[in-house]
């Protein structure tokens, strides 16, 4: 009934990545982030549903041998709109979908106000923080 691989590697593979997810979307792992710079979309985030559909695909031919006639077509359907969403995440994320956290620094990036950008912003002279490089006047 049960598939012995998958149950030994998909499934622990599966409740990993939703703890990661889940430790990225209450920011107790922001440097999950990180892995936003492989993909365009959000992976760290995506991470959360790619793990939720792995860790339900060792039951898969279980719960569709249930004789109840409508558990088993909806937790089928729950777990593909995992499956979707997590691969569509790692590309283009709803911005309903991120936590506020992120949602707030992706708008400080834009503003130009994060911590980068306040470092090395151009100043009105022309130079950056360029003072470590400037030639000395004797």
């Not at 691989?5 to 990225?24: H, R, S």
């Not at 707030?104 to 100043?123: C, M, V």
Request: a negative charge; one cysteine or more.
């Amino acid at each position: 009934m049960f598939s012995p691989a998958l149950l030994l590697f998909v499934l622990p593979l599966g409740l990993f990545l939703l703890v990661c997810g889940l430790g990225m979307y209450t920011k107790k792992w922001p440097i999950l982030i990180f892995a936003d710079a492989f993909l365009p979309g959000h992976p760290g985030l995506a991470a959360t549903y790619i793990g939720a559909w792995m860790a339900t695909l060792p039951f898969g031919s279980w719960w569709l041998s249930w004789n109840v006639p409508v558990l088993p077509g909806v937790l089928s359907l729950l777990s593909t709109v995992c499956m979707v969403i997590g691969l569509v995440g790692c590309f283009w994320m709803p911005r309903f979908m991120q936590p506020a956290w992120l949602k707030e620094t992706e708008d400080e990036i834009k503003r130009g106000e994060d911590a980068y950008s306040l470092e090395y912003r151009r100043q009105p002279d022309g130079g950056g923080d360029a003072s470590a490089f400037k030639e000395e006047k004797p």
